[in-house]
């Protein structure tokens, strides 16, 4: 049997085994690519646009009698994107695009990246990019229902109470960790939701920010506002919640502190979450 076909204008085809038609039964809900690295720009919230390296995972369901998905189509879709879109929190388009593209009934989608904000030091003013590790995680499914969730990861620091409170000069202080996931209501068609406003308000949960450049006036302020501010990891966690509670845009979210201790074997940790539900 011959894999060629003849086409249009008389040129061979090659058989498109993976158009067949299966008999197996199966729905598959993802097949797609994953590890795919492409710059992609994201709209900064001063109307600027940064561009990012994302490391991507595609895919789209796959109905029972069809055999394979169409890897090329991933890329191509990519692509386009790469060099005609830009990544707001708001990629429903996108989606609805990989669906059509793959005639699938589902599509998904995650963008693995570094945002950079530039940050100026508290006192000198001083400004130097900082880079957030951030992860976008978009679905649509069958019946056109949306989900969207940011995933973002906030260095900080904090400053034990209990060691301030016992000690007779100085206290234990370490660089901890806010990681978010935060559904954004898609819905909200004229409200995006800023990276730039959510690492701030997670920021101020903490003891003080830290800065990727810093002169000794800053590092005095720095110091003096973190022995001001003492925080346990519950602390950190509870002054997120309340600020996530009231951040109009987001459905719900989960949240983890992790302070990388300096003193202790073992570092610090809290959980806690509200309406937040994975699929």
Same mark, same amino acid.
């Given at each position: ?12 085809? %090659? ?12 729905? $598959?809900?993802? @097949? ?10 994201? $709209?900064? =919230?001063?109307? /600027?646009?940064?561009?990012?390296? @994302? ?10 009698? @069809? =055999? ?11 692509? &386009? ?7 707001? %929190? ?5 989606? @609805?695009?990989? /669906? ?36 976008? =995680? ?6 056109? &229902?949306?989900? $969207?969730? %940011? ?32 559904? +954004?209501?898609?819905?909200? &068609? ?7 406003? $959510?690492?701030?308000? %997670? ?9 990727? +450049?810093? =002169? ?29 509670? /009231? ?33």
């Amino acid at each position: 049997m011959s894999n060629k076909q003849t086409g249009i204008n008389g040129f061979s085809t %090659l058989l498109d085994v993976q158009g067949l038609a299966d008999q197996r039964g199966v729905t $598959l809900n993802q @097949v797609g690519i994953k590890n795919v690295e492409m710059p992609i720009n994201v $709209l900064q =919230k001063d109307g /600027k646009l940064q561009q990012v390296q @994302v490391l991507a995972t595609l895919s789209v369901g796959l109905p029972a009698e @069809v =055999k394979g998905t169409h890897m090329s189509r991933f890329i191509q879709h990519l692509d &386009e994107w790469r060099t005609q879109g830009k990544l707001c %929190l708001k990629p429903m388009d996108f989606l @609805v695009g990989l /669906k059509q593209r793959l005639e699938a009934p589902s599509a998904y989608t995650e963008l693995k990246f570094r945002y950079f904000i530039d940050k100026p030091a508290p006192v000198s003013g001083l400004t130097a990019p900082m880079a957030y590790e951030c992860i976008f =995680k978009g679905s649509l499914n069958e019946q056109g &229902e949306q989900r $969207l969730i %940011l995933c973002l990861k906030v260095p900080c620091a904090t400053l034990c109470p209990c060691s301030k409170a016992i000690s007779d000069y100085g206290a234990h202080n370490q660089r901890a960790e806010i990681s978010a996931h935060v559904i +954004l209501n898609p819905n909200m &068609e004229n409200q995006i939701v800023w990276i730039e406003d $959510l690492v701030a308000g %997670l920021e101020e949960a903490s003891s003080c920010p830290v800065y990727p +450049l810093i =002169k000794r006036v800053d590092e005095k302020f720095i110091t003096e506002k973190a022995y001001d501010n003492p925080k346990f990891v519950e602390d950190v966690i509870r002054e997120a919640t309340l600020f996530l509670r /009231k951040f109009e845009g987001i459905q719900g979210f989960s949240l983890e502190v992790e302070a990388l201790e300096s003193i202790h074997a073992h570092n610090a940790w809290s959980a806690h979450a509200e309406n937040f539900f994975t699929e």
